[in-house]
């Protein structure tokens, strides 16, 4: 018996015995890699839920909250979101009586916005204003869904004075009220070279929303940064007042003249004004004072009255039919209200012409009759009564 021959060959038979379950173990363990690779995939590839995350708090949404029409535009509902921006919503148009499913408003203490379906049309006001709406246009329509209204999430920042953003890898949409954009950058601007410098100025904290602030430099002079803190305007003045509707800045020197600066730092009217202030949105119109004497500007900068007048508008005016008359006499000339010497008179808006000379004593909107009236020691008439009036007594005497 080949004893010896027999344990030989049973010797070189077990190397491949163990051979076989080592390349069983290997495949083994590639398949469980491969199956944990694709789980990782597959959940990677899952789609988080959408979440709102509003001034760093999560706010739960409903089906009704944000909605996405046929082209993918995403809207969120007003009235769900109003409250946790710092506004209550109201049914109707503002200062309007009856309800109106069409349009709302949304009001806090400094500001009020009103909103109407199928117009992508916004007005801004305050309760406390005494100039014309602002009006501003949006990139879309407002919505109208299951009676309730929605904004396209891309005009909230325009809107709302909001600063918004969407996470695609997180599925978050993050809303930022310039209330906590400002207490945000108050803690980031530490630097001493460069201060955040915003107050409780409503007007100019809106400038949150537009991705610039407000900042002084360590002597307390006032300038304009992005938020990569790029200098926009540089720090050389000691007041600034941001008008959000022009995107300008009304701002003044250590010597109190005033001037303004546009958005991208231009000076659009150089600092030699005693005050200027907006009196008018449509069209804009801004009342200067030199020598003690008032004037207008237009938009552009461009003096359309001189700085002769004791006032514009009639005393202590409240409302613009106490500024501004438009479609004088029946025609599309508008004209705004002059105080000189005690009397009242009318110039032109676009040329700067005189409408009326300061020849009245009173000049007063009659709601009742919808119509401007004039007074004189002699008489009270209608506007378009006395204009033509005049107008034919100079001619009268021009014949003569």
Do not use: H, W
């Not at 995350?53 to 996405?68: A, E, L, S």
């Not at 407000?214 to 307390?220: P, R």
């Amino acid at each position: 018996m080949d004893l010896l021959g027999q344990e030989l060959n049973n010797k070189k038979q077990m190397p491949n015995s163990k051979k076989i379950v080592l390349i069983s173990l290997i495949l083994c363990i590639v398949l469980l890699i491969l199956v944990l690779v694709a789980l990782v995939l597959m959940q990677g590839n899952q789609t988080k839920p959408l979440s709102l995350i509003i001034d760093n708090n999560n706010v739960q949404i409903n089906d009704n909250t944000i909605i996405t029409n046929e082209n993918g535009i995403s809207y969120i509902s007003l009235q769900q979101i109003s409250e946790s921006i710092g506004y209550e919503y109201v049914r109707g148009e503002y200062l309007q009586y009856g309800e109106n499913d069409n349009k709302c408003y949304l009001e806090n203490q400094n500001q009020i916005i009103g909103f109407e379906t199928n117009s992508n049309e916004i007005y801004k006001t305050s309760s406390a204003s005494n100039t014309d709406y602002q009006y501003y246009e949006l990139k879309n329509n407002i919505i109208k869904n299951n009676e309730i209204l929605y904004i396209a999430l891309e005009d909230l920042n325009v809107a709302c004075n909001v600063l918004y953003s969407f996470s695609e890898e997180d599925n978050a949409i993050t809303i930022n009220t310039i209330d906590n954009l400002s207490e945000y950058y108050k803690t980031q601007l530490t630097d001493n070279s460069m201060k955040y410098a915003i107050d409780e100025n409503f007007n100019n904290k809106k400038i949150l929303s537009y991705g610039m602030i407000i900042v002084s430099n360590n002597v307390g002079k006032l300038g304009v940064v992005d938020f990569n803190y790029k200098t926009i305007i540089g720090n050389r003045y000691t007041t600034m007042e941001f008008d959000e509707f022009s995107q300008n800045f009304i701002v003044s020197s250590d010597e109190n003249r005033y001037g303004i600066i546009s958005k991208e730092g231009n000076v659009l009217v150089e600092l030699k004004y005693e005050d200027i202030e907006i009196i008018n949105y449509s069209p804009l119109l801004y009342k200067v004072k030199q020598n003690n004497k008032y004037g207008m500007l237009d938009e552009e900068g461009r003096v359309i009255i001189n700085s002769e007048y004791d006032g514009l508008g009639l005393a202590n005016y409240t409302s613009t039919t106490d500024l501004l008359i438009k479609g004088i006499d029946g025609n599309e000339q508008n004209g705004i209200i002059v105080y000189k010497d005690g009397k009242y008179g009318i110039i032109d808006i676009e040329t700067g012409e005189i409408i009326l000379d300061c020849t009245v004593d009173r000049i007063y909107y009659n709601e009742e009759n919808d119509a401007y009236y004039v007074q004189t020691q002699n008489s009270e008439e209608t506007l378009e009564e006395y204009i033509r009036y005049v107008n034919t007594t100079v001619v009268n005497l021009q014949n003569q």
